[in-house]
Every structure is written in structure tokens, then in C-alpha cells.
């Protein structure tokens, strides 16, 4: 299978605790982008990276999250001394980064919840 | 501020009728908008988009259509089938710096057909 993959697929932590996320978008595509979705909410745009670069990042990336993708390929993304409301599914996309990309592959995401 | 509105969390339709699913929106700086679909446990995959400078693309049983006048475009599907039950994501896409684009989600329409 070609398409995105992401690890875990599930992951309990207690609060306090960091917890890192992986990434491995399709090969081909060199622009990588994090969401996160709540329960009855659409995906919410955190960061993305053009090759290794980390060109934007929303408001709500705070202090305690970090994105990599030190190679231009797999990304991480390091969530430090969790809170509850980190709880949410974390999803990983990634596009080919033409002027016309509009289509993002999604991966089947991260479901993160904290105790 | 929601910048993308799906104001019906939820839709039933019989088997074979067509389903019409509603959004709005409400900055003009977006360029492209795309309709995705979720199955549980899966990520968002993309099913149609249409440019702004368009009012209508079709695709098989989808068609999406778009208002610009009244920032409001609709995704039609006919005729509807079991295997479309699915959260339906209407998402809308913005230019944020010279190249770089990001996407804004609505929060979703769960649609369910019944045989």
C-alpha cells in the first residue's frame, strides 16, 4: 500500500506525559501537513512542511508542539507535558506541492486520548 | 468565526433519491473547494472539488455546484447508494503566502441512505 501511513493508530497517555507521532506520507509528495479533529468538528490545520521546511503553522500550535521532517520525507509530531484537551484524532496529510494541488491524501490518523 | 458552515450535522436519504449536501462560506479570498468523505477509522478521502471561477463540476454521480454570489455551494449525489453513507467534509482552500496553501474544513455532515 502507497498511501499515508501514521503511528499509532491509537494512544493513551497520562496526563504530564509527551507523546511523539509519526508520519509517512506518499512518496512522491513533497508537502506534508498535521490536522487535528475533535469530536464533531472538520479537521483543524496545524503545521505543514515543504520538503524538510516548516512553512506555516496555526495559532493553534502552542508552545508545547513540535513538527519535524528532518529528511523531506516522514514527519513527527511531539506533543510535551500533555493536557486533556489534547485529546483529539490527529491526522496527517500529504500533496504533491504543485500550483494546482489542491488534493490532500489524508492518513486514518492518531487517535490520542489523555488520562 | 467559522469560515466554512455545514449547518446539518445530519442527512437520511433512500436508496436511489438524491442526496444534496449544503455549504457555505464566508471569505472571498478562497480559491477552490473541495468535498471529502470519512468512513470511520479511515481519513478523509477526496471526492470532487471546483474552482472558484466555476459554477458547476461534475464527476460520475457527483456533482458540485457553486454559488458565488451567495458564498454557498452544494455536492449532489445521483442516484445514492448504501456505500455513500459517509461524513461528508465541504472544504475550502486559501493561498496564505507564495505558493503555500491551507485548508479550512467544515464541521461535517454525517449522510446515511436507506436501502
Known amino acids: 500500500d502507497t498511501g499515508v501511513s501514521q503511528d499509532p493508530r491509537h494512544k493513551i497517555t497520562k496526563r504530564g506525559q509527551n507523546v511523539t507521532f509519526r508520519c509517512d506520507p506518499i512518496?512522491?509528495?513533497?508537502?506534508l501537513y498535521w490536522y487535528r479533529q475533535t469530536l464533531g468538528q472538520g479537521p483543524e490545520f496545524l503545521t505543514y512542511?515543504?520538503?524538510?521546511?516548516?512553512?506555516?503553522k496555526s495559532r493553534l500550535l502552542s508552545d508545547r508542539f513540535s513538527a519535524e521532517r528532518p529528511k523531506g520525507s516522514f514527519s513527527t509530531l511531539e506533543i510535551q507535558r500533555t493536557e486533556q484537551g489534547d485529546s483529539a484524532m490527529y491526522l496527517c496529510?500529504?500533496?504533491?506541492?504543485?500550483?494546482?494541488?489542491?488534493?490532500?491524501?489524508f492518513g486514518p490518523g492518531t487517535r490520542l486520548t489523555v488520562t | 468565526d467559522q469560515q466554512v458552515k455545514q449547518n446539518s450535522p445530519s442527512l437520511s436519504v433512500q436508496e436511489g433519491r438524491i442526496s444534496i449536501l449544503n455549504c457555505d462560506y464566508t471569505?472571498?479570498?478562497?480559491?477552490?473547494f473541495l468535498w471529502y468523505k470519512k468512513y470511520p477509522a479511515e481519513g478523509p478521502t477526496f471526492l470532487i472539488s471546483?474552482?472558484?471561477?466555476?459554477d458547476k463540476n461534475e464527476d460520475g454521480r457527483f456533482t458540485v455546484f457553486l454559488n458565488k454570489s451567495a458564498k454557498h455551494l452544494s455536492l449532489h449525489i445521483v442516484p445514492s447508494q448504501p456505500g455513500d453513507s459517509a461524513v461528508y467534509f465541504c472544504?475550502?482552500?486559501?493561498?496564505?503566502?507564495?505558493?503555500?496553501?491551507?485548508?479550512?474544513f467544515g464541521k461535517g455532515t454525517k449522510l446515511s441512505v436507506i436501502p
Open positions: 512542511f515543504q520538503n524538510e521546511a516548516q512553512l506555516e
Open positions: 471569505n472571498s479570498m478562497f480559491d477552490y
Open positions: 471546483i474552482s472558484s471561477i466555476k
Open positions: 496529510a500529504s500533496s504533491l506541492g504543485t500550483r494546482w494541488d489542491y488534493e490532500q491524501y
Open positions: 512518496s512522491e509528495h513533497n508537502r
Open positions: 472544504a475550502a482552500r486559501m493561498e496564505v503566502g507564495s505558493g503555500s496553501y491551507q485548508l479550512t
